[in-house]
């Protein structure tokens, strides 16, 4: 039990905190409800996918900073192939598009295994060609999204058996975010391929000593990656109904739900529910600054200070906790 | 090779070629950089000339001071990703507060933000040892939405650009760029710095091995802070010279210069893990960066073609740098 709390921590306090914010939220807004619940998954829901993207990563030891750049890609390659098509080539969109993103991230992986210069330096060049490719997809917001998809994220799932009172709290959109990750994430987890992942980040040349395939592992970590990130551009597709060319913010908003998730930037500790939390309890804080009517300027400010400062405090209480001396 | 040590055979020449650019990492970028203003030339007859040469240099100087400080920053191992919301932030004010301030202390109150920001940097990485990247790109989002906020405040008063930054920025004095007068004082003061004191062997011995720096005495929290400020001086430096050179104060002003400053240091051979690297690569890593803008341009693709061109070509040529250099 003790060990559940020491590993779960972390996830347990940022749960708690999205509580607390939750608490905080109904009473700046009495009014807050279901569908305004529904309204905040919705917007998580790109940011959720992105922030799974990095994880995936940052787990494996590396970081990837073209995750914003594969969303707008995919995005703007899924608008563009729906725009004026039918319902059901939607169908076969949807698979083209998440295949797109696994060959892509793989590609990264590649590049990266093969090239032997720093993953940052190569998702760096990646994101420029990514960008380009958006550009030269869509050169500017537009093409469109089946209307089966842009319902498939609109209102709430019935459940038979459930009161509506509590299926109302039970939006589409959580409900595909959850499938979508757990479908990949569990099964990986268990596998011996998660623990690969987990080893290469924690040390990659133990790991390596260990026989772990460790390119191979790394390329798979980029391709998860990828197609994560080609769920973010779907997703983000799938609430605007068009594509854009331009990344959004979403580079910076997975990095920072990352470390506040409790993954270290460093590989091998943590796991995807931490940040996926973390991203709520950041969105559900811009949502409570927007609801006291705060400049959103004044918003980004307090945001950037609440990222800068649960990350001090976290650094800080790992120092605390190592033995003393035993610096990295 | 032990072959070669019982057989005098004569070196291959490749070899020997590979082994001379190997003990100069500096002339292969120099080559680099003929051949790109040799394509230039080929496509655009006539186009390098005096005035284009003067162009170039003046472009990449504002890049090369950011490279600069990317530089310095990964040779402890770390980066600073605030570089660009630095230099915007000082450019921004000095042209806003040079409408009712004496120049001097407009020139003051635009390198406050500059040290505070290098200040809180410092402090978060070396003493918290929060993880740079995390650090750099936290204060850079505070430092936006102050900005914002900022402007609105000043909203009424108008911007203009001080002469003086007008002549540095822009003008020439027979053929040669006026921007040298501040660049080659300070490109020969890093250098002096990085190879000749003791604060540049600190900075190396950090990023080479932290704990035997730090065993031998060396107190890290003092060299990152007076690194990350330094870097934040320079980069505020770089904005009065930048918006003296683009003359349109705006809120994304240096933003587009971030990426290419890292892709400059580490073209210019060093290392984002630390410990390896100097400034005269850098220098000409933003100079090759720059005529390659200027190649890209001219081909006149659309811009996301030139994109993709621009990661393309970052990645191959880091590569194929690091293939040479590390072949010993």
């Known amino acids: 039990m003790t060990r559940f709390f020491r590993n779960q921590g972390w996830v347990a306090g940022l749960f708690a905190l999205f509580l607390a914010l939750f608490v905080l939220t109904k009473l700046i807004q009495p009014g807050y409800g279901s569908g305004d619940f529904g309204s905040l998954v919705r917007a998580v829901l790109p940011y959720a996918f992105a922030v799974a993207a990095q994880t995936v990563v940052v787990i494996a030891g590396g970081i990837d900073l073209s995750v914003a750049a594969m969303m707008a890609l995919t995005s703007v ?208 804080v811009r949502t409570d600054l927007t609801l006291l009517a705060i400049d959103p300027n004044v918003t980004a400010i307090i945001e950037g200070a609440i990222m800068v400062a649960v990350v001090m405090f976290g650094a800080f209480i790992t120092i605390r906790g190592r033995p003393a001396g035993a610096m990295p | 090779m032990s072959s070669s040590a019982t057989m005098p055979q004569p070196v291959s020449f490749g070899r020997r070629v590979k082994r001379f ?34 162009n170039t240099i003046k472009f990449a100087i504002p890049l090369a ?20 919301t630095v230099a915007t932030m000082s450019a921004f004010i000095m042209a806003t507060q040079i409408v009712s301030q004496d120049p001097v202390v407009a020139f003051l109150l635009a390198m406050m933000p500059a040290v505070l920001i290098g200040l809180i940097n410092g402090i978060g990485v070396g003493v918290f040892r929060v993880h740079p990247l995390i650090m750099t790109l936290g204060t850079s989002l505070i430092g936006t939405g102050c900005l914002q906020v900022y402007q609105r405040t000043v909203i009424a008063s108008g911007a203009k650009i001080p002469d003086f930054l007008n002549w540095l920025g822009t003008g020439l004095t027979y053929g040669f760029p006026n921007a040298l007068l501040l660049f080659v004082p300070l490109a020969v003061l890093i250098v002096f ?46 904005g009065l010279l930048y918006i003296g050179l683009i003359k349109a104060p705006s809120l994304s002003l240096a933003e587009p210069l971030v990426l290419p400053s890292v892709a400059a240091a580490v073209i210019g051979g060093t290392s984002i893990f630390g410990g390896r690297g ?39 040529v880091t590569a194929a740098y690091l293939r040479i250099v590390e072949e010993r």
Do not use: H
């Open chain 2, 278 to 316: 100097g400034y005269t690569g850098t220098i000409i890593g933003a100079l090759i960066l720059t005529v390659l803008t200027t190649l890209l341009t001219i081909l006149q693709m659309p811009e996301g073609a030139r994109r993709i061109l621009f990661g393309l070509i970052v990645l191959f």
């Open chain 1, 77 to 284: 390659t899924a608008a563009s192939m729906m725009n004026g098509a039918s319902e059901e080539y939607a169908l076969f969109v949807v698979p083209f598009v998440l295949a797109m993103g696994l060959v892509l991230g793989a590609l990264n992986g590649i590049l990266i295994v093969v090239t032997r210069v720093p993953d940052i330096v190569v998702t760096l060049a990646t994101l420029f060609v990514l960008q380009g490719a958006a550009l030269l997809v869509l050169g500017a917001p537009g093409g469109a999204a089946a209307e089966w998809l842009k319902a498939s994220i609109v209102g709430t799932l019935p459940i038979p058996g459930l009161p509506d009172s509590i299926d109302a709290w039970v939006p589409k959109a959580l409900v595909l975010l959850v499938v979508c990750l757990c479908i990949i994430w569990i099964p990986l987890r268990r596998s011996k391929l998660g623990l690969s992942i987990y080893a290469i980040g924690s040390s990659e040349l133990a790991a390596f000593r260990s026989g772990v395939p460790v390119a191979r592992t790394r390329i798979i970590a980029y391709a998860l990656s990828g197609l994560f990130a080609a769920m973010g551009g779907l997703a983000l597709t799938m609430s605007t109904g068009i594509g854009a060319p331009i990344p959004g913010p979403y580079l910076l908003a997975s990095v920072a739900a990352v470390v506040l998730g409790g993954v270290a930037l460093g590989g091998g500790k943590g796991g995807l529910l931490g940040p996926i939390v973390a991203v709520f309890v950041l969105r559900l």
């Open chain 2, 21 to 54: 650019m190997a003990d100069r990492p500096l002339v292969p970028l120099i080559i680099l950089l003929i051949l790109l203003v040799v394509i230039l030339q080929i496509l655009r007859p006539g186009i390098v000339n005096e005035r284009w040469i003067a």
């Open chain 2, 193 to 238: 710095t990085l190879r000749r004191t003791g604060f540049g062997r600190l900075l190396y011995a950090v990023g080479d091995n932290e704990r035997a720096a730090r065993l031998s005495g060396v107190r890290y929290w003092q060299v990152i802070t007076a690194l990350y400020v330094i870097s934040s001086l320079l980069a505020g430096i770089t």
């Open chain 2, 65 to 84: 001071i950011l490279a600069g400080c990317q530089t310095m920053t990964m040779l402890t191992g770390g980066i600073d990703l605030s570089v660009g």
